[in-house]
């Protein structure tokens, strides 16, 4: 996807961006290639690839959920740094909070933080479920792209979430998992308010957004599995 691509892709989602957000989506897309000659982020290393794998789709969320109207945000396992970057350039109204397992994978997203200028944001080196034990019922938004199992990521994301609050999975075709995960959601106060399943531009594949409202909190303690979320 080329940059005028990208740009008018947005439009269509209802953003209009910034000479300074693009210019900043293009220094993190260089520095994204750089620091993954020194660490594993990702395969998907081509500009035009960045462009709409992890920029645009990242930014997708906007479907469902007016980010405009968003105070606080955490990314789950955010890894590379996405959605949770692009999404702090284009709404810098949010205070956003990143979560990943892996210290080096933090200190380069602290790396990009700084070298963007981005403020009120912050990288933690947590394991998802660890993180959910000490900031439950804290944010407006919680999101994980590409992360575990829908099951799974109920039971770590749902107790972060405000009331009233909203978890968005962000995943490819997840028909299953969807029915699958209908209990436990329920059970952590939960109630599926929306499924939009669209295609990516150009390349056509699948991807689904799950937009959870946290109705109430669980009367019973979850158990979580102890195993770890893996990108």
Known sequence: ????????????????????????LEL????LIEWNQKINLTR????DDIYLKHFYDSLTICKIINLKEVETLCDIGT???????PLK?????????LIDSLQKRVNYLNDIIKKLSLENINAIHIRGEEYAKIDSNKFDIVTAR???????????????????????PMKANAD????????????????????EVFRLPKENSIRTLIKIKKITNP??????????IKK
């Open 79 to 85: 890894g590379a740094g996405f959605p949770g970057i």
């Open 89 to 97: 350039i284009i709404f810098p109204n949010i205070k956003i909070t």
């Open 219 to 228: 009367k019973k303690k979850i158990i979580r599995n102890k195993g770890k």
């Open 146 to 168: 590409a992360v575990a199992n829908l099951k799974e990521l109920s039971n770590i994301c749902l107790p972060l979430v405000k009331i009233d609050g909203f978890f968005v």
């Open 1 to 24: 996807m080329k940059t005028e691509e990208f740009v008018a892709e947005l439009t269509e989602l209802g953003i209009s961006i910034t000479k300074k957000q693009l210019n900043q």
């Open 44 to 47: 998907i290393t081509e500009k």
């Open 176 to 195: 299953e998992e969807i029915e699958i995960s209908k209990k436990i959601i329920s059970d952590l106060g939960g109630q599926i308010e929306q499924v």
């Open 28 to 31: 993190f897309s260089k520095l």
